[in-house]
């Protein structure tokens, strides 16, 4: 059940961003799920997952709203703007209702347009891109679009009664399966708070560029199964075009950040501490294998750096012996949850003393005097543990074991040692040369999707 409306009106009031933004629907009536996608340029990508979409069940589209967030920031460039002007004269159409036949806009995109608009799937869309209605420059970025989008979801669900309610983070460049809205629908009429729906990277043609992203994915995968061979609460993958969240949680988290990159983990590093992170198998999302040098990290930073070469050696992982260090520490907090800090403190020096120079760095003696005060049970001790050693906290000390104990190995040394350990002996595979030739490293990325 949906929180009392006088908390979502604090929300509103208070937190959101949605209300600065008008947006234009064709029909918001009678619906339970609304998908988010933050469009930023994206007029070559958009109408193609907008078609795919189209693909659902008519009767999942039918309870779903379809909610693009065209934006940029006021310094964005002529191109930008353009290309967003564009996007929004097609999605005018498609939402205005209007024949596509005699729709004067790009030509290339009318057989998509046409999919989209025979479905008569329930579509709107946020101007966060004309003059006047930019984000700021200070705050625009894709956690800032998001946010204008899943605000207005929260707004546009608050008054629908009787149905559970799934506010919907898709990507521009991200194609689904056609059970997709189904499948989200579904999950969360038993009660669910958050899940990532699974994914798998689209494949380019180009040999290069297929190799970049078979790389990258395989480094995002072995970073879960590092985690789950440490029993890590936080093993769950981190892609904004995954997530699906109630209203409920979304409100308990204060929604979505602003942040330019990495909104997706910082959004889910928060929901995980206040309920479980269920992952969608059923169904599939297919996000973009393109290179961008749009956001400072994340998947087309890291295909753009694999073409131009700046890296030395792309085919590099963690060594798994930070997962054995991560996986002692884990089990060793939750075997002394009553003991003193010092006593704890020097235990974890005995699994490393860097490991012992990393907590008192991040003041664990202060945290756990502070936690002994405030509560007296193991589960709640718990819980007060994995709020403060939590997602990004792991990641820093992985990086911090990585740089001064254990440097990145190669990677497919990596997956053969992480291979020995029980539970995930489908890894198994055997190579002649330290990279694998492109179709054996597809293959290994297979069974790693298989079991992350």
Wanted: net charge positive.
């Amino acid at each position: 059940m949906m929180k009392k409306k006088s908390l979502i009106d604090d929300y509103l009031k208070n937190y959101s961003v949605g209300k600065n933004w008008e947006f234009r629907a064709n029909g918001v009536g009678d619906i339970s799920q609304v998908v988010v996608i933050p469009a930023y340029a994206e007029k070559e990508y958009l109408f193609h997952t907008l078609a795919s979409l189209a693909k659902n069940n008519p009767s999942d589209r039918e309870q779903s709203l379809i909610l693009c967030v065209v934006n940029n920031r006021v310094d964005a460039s002529g191109d930008v703007k353009e290309n967003n002007r564009q996007t929004m004269e097609c999605l005018g159409a498609l939402v205005g209702q209007k024949s596509i036949s005699g729709f004067a806009g790009d030509r290339a995109l009318h057989p998509l347009l046409a999919i989209v608009a025979d479905a008569g799937m329930k579509l709107g869309y946020v101007d966060a891109s004309s003059p006047g209605r930019e984000m700021p420059a200070s705050t625009g970025g894709v956690g800032m679009a998001r946010k204008i989008g899943m605000d207005i979801a929260l707004t546009l669900l608050r008054d629908m009664e009787g149905v559970a309610k799934v506010i919907v983070s898709l990507d521009a460049d991200t194609l689904v399966r056609e059970n997709y809205l189904s499948v989200i629908r579904h999950h969360f009429q038993s009660d669910a708070r958050t899940a990532i729906v699974a994914y798998e990277h689209q494949l380019p043609q180009d040999p290069r560029h297929q190799a970049a992203i078979i790389c990258y994915e395989i480094f995002l995968r072995y970073w879960i199964l590092g985690l789950k061979f440490a029993r890590s609460p936080w093993a769950f993958h981190t892609i904004g075009s995954t997530i699906a969240v109630s209203p409920d949680a979304y409100l308990q988290v204060r929604g979505m950040n602003k942040r330019e990159a990495g909104e997706d983990f910082y959004f889910l590093n928060k929901l995980a501490k206040i309920g479980s992170i269920d992952c969608l198998q059923e169904t599939r999302v297919y996000p973009s294998a393109r290179a961008s040098l749009r956001v400072p990290f994340g998947t087309g930073k890291r295909i753009q750096r694999f073409l131009d070469g700046g890296c030395p050696d792309e085919y590099c992982l963690y060594d798994p012996r930070v997962f054995s260090v991560l996986g002692e520490w884990l089990q060793l907090a939750g075997n002394m949850f009553f003991g003193r800090g010092e006593e704890v403190l020097e235990k974890a020096g005995q699994i490393h003393p860097r490991l012992n120079a990393f907590l008192m760095e991040n003041n664990f003696l202060i945290f756990w005097s502070k936690i002994h005060r405030t509560a007296k049970d193991k589960k709640t001790l718990a819980r007060h543990f994995h709020d403060w050693f939590d997602g990004f906290k792991t990641l820093k000390m992985i990086h911090d074991l990585t740089r001064d104990v254990y440097p990145q190995i190669n990677m497919f040394d990596a997956l053969e040692k992480m291979a020995d350990h029980p539970g995930f002996a489908g890894l198994n595979f055997s190579r002649e040369r330290d990279v694998p030739p492109l179709p054996e490293q597809l293959a290994i990325l297979r069974r790693l999707r298989g079991i992350t």
